[in-house]
């Protein structure tokens, strides 16, 4: 039965995470009344402490149940701070759960008392500020959490690492160094407490399991920016990317875009298509919520491009990058510039070839980047524009047809929509353009050779 007492159904996980994320883009002064918080360099673990007993509103303790124990699930708050670039990072690792070296020889990684803490846990993480009074510390994420199943043979492999040392009698030689995701770290108030393990007399150091910083950055991150994975079946788990993203497109082969957005419910009936209709359908097959990102794509720095074929195999419209700024063109070497780094891009070209009645249908797919024979010509027509800004003449573009792979033309909404030059009137904003004729040749030949592979 739930406790009615509470704010939240502490029987249900549903009613407890939505409590949860009821926090997030808030204060503990502004949801509780709990009172002045210790310093968390004076004691660690304060403002998690706060958490339940002012929040969750129950006492906290050292219990090895689940801090929620009607449905098993326990809570971790953890520190994330501005690193680099204003990235956020995890301040410290995560601590899971005490490592007992008298029984966790008799485990096997399966049946852990690791994997039963961290199979079910509600994450919260706030943002650590310094010499910012922690009752001020803004909750960014409160999500529903645990390890995830792609990461499992080398949580597998860490665990495995620790525990062989303590089965051989040398606890004592633990090392952080050991492992890459999960980590036996020290844990005790003082330095010289010694624990007994069960085959040798050395004493050893007290440890606890916890996941690295570098791997909460990652995880946090993942949460934080909506990132889904590809879910797979059991015949699924040793495809490459590609092979899967094939495999999960081919029952749509030759299907229209309005078919396809009537099976899969983007837009509404009766009214015009979204503009970004197909790149929702494109979500919809992989199974991913339209607000996700595509957690492989993010990984391999993969973009999905919708690109629609005409009956010749042209593209019916050029692929553009975003509109530059005039000044920085004028200064920037080639190599150090955005548009190179665009070059670098790695697309997945979901196609749509025009059919003989006129309608675009699903057709293929392709993997796709600048080869480096191109980079060159790529060059030359930054460079050309470049020399443009420089003389003044920011108004005059390169064409089409004075480079084989890339233009440049307007990228405003209108003729209004301009853009300050170092050398002259503000001029249209331009931005460079991927060459249609360019990219009727770089598409007809990965596709050959994925009908060669």
């Known amino acids: 039965m739930p406790d009615q007492s509470l704010p939240y159904d502490d029987s249900k996980i549903d009613s407890i995470v939505e409590y949860a994320q009821e926090l997030v883009g808030h204060t503990l002064r502004e949801k509780t009344d709990a009172p002045e918080l210790q310093s968390p360099k ?8 706060a958490i339940e007993e002012y929040y969750f509103e129950y006492k906290p303790n050292s219990d090895s149940e689940p801090d929620f124990p009607k449905v098993g699930l326990e809570l ?3 520190p994330m701070k501005r690193g680099a670039h204003k990235s956020l990072v995890a301040k410290e690792r995560l601590v899971i759960t005490m490592i007992d070296y008298m029984t966790v020889v008799n485990e096997t990684f399966e049946t852990s ?12 993480s706030y943002l ?12 960014i994420l409160a999500e529903l959490w645990g390890l995830p199943k792609e990461d499992m043979p080398q949580f597998k492999a860490d665990w495995e690492t620790v525990v062989n040392k303590v089965r051989a009698g040398h606890a004592e030689d633990i090392s952080g160094s050991d492992t890459l995701y999960l980590e036996a770290c020290t844990k005790a108030a003082d330095s010289t ?11 050893a150091k007290p440890r606890a399991w916890a996941l690295k910083a570098s791997y909460m950055t990652a995880a946090e991150n993942k949460l934080l920016q909506n990132r889904q994975a590809i879910k797979r079946d059991k015949s699924e788990r040793e495809l490459d990317l590609l092979s899967l993203v094939r495999k999960r497109f081919e029952p749509y082969i030759g299907l229209t875009q309005e078919q396809l957005c009537s099976r899969f419910h983007v837009g509404k009936s009766g009214e015009r298509l979204p503009k970004n209709a197909c790149a929702l359908v494109t979500k919809r097959i992989l199974g991913v919520d339209k607000d996700a990102e595509i957690d492989e794509f993010v990984k391999a720095g993969i973009k999905p491009k919708t690109i629609r074929l005409t009956r010749n195999g042209r593209p019916k419209e050029a692929v553009s990058f975003p509109a530059f700024d005039y000044f920085e063109l004028e200064v920037t070497p080639f190599y150090e510039s955005d548009f190179y780094s665009y070059l670098q891009q790695m697309w997945l070209f979901v196609i749509y070839r025009e059919g003989n009645d006129g309608e675009y249908r699903l057709s293929d797919l392709c993997l796709w980047q600048m080869p480096e024979r191109d980079i060159p010509e790529a060059k030359r027509c930054y460079d050309q524009m470049q020399k443009n800004v420089r003389y003044g003449r920011a108004d005059i ?4 047809t004075e480079n084989r792979c890339c ?8 003729a209004a929509d301009v853009s300050p030059q170092p050398h002259g009137e503000p001029v249209t904003k331009k931005c460079f353009w991927l060459n249609q004729g360019y990219l009727k040749e770089e598409i007809a030949r990965k596709l050959s050779d994925s009908e060669v592979q």
């Open 128 to 139: 650590w500020e310094k010499n910012k009074d922690p009752l001020d510390y803004e909750v």
């Open 397 to 400: 573009s390169v064409k089409s």
């Open 42 to 49: 004076k004691r660690r673990g304060s403002f998690g402490n």
């Open 193 to 203: 407490v010694r624990r007994n393990q069960p085959y040798s007399d050395v004493l």
């Open 113 to 124: 008392h690791l994997l039963d803490k961290a199979s079910k846990v509600l994450l919260i």
């Open 407 to 414: 233009h440049v033309r307007p990228h405003g909404q209108n």
């Open 76 to 78: 971790k708050t953890t």
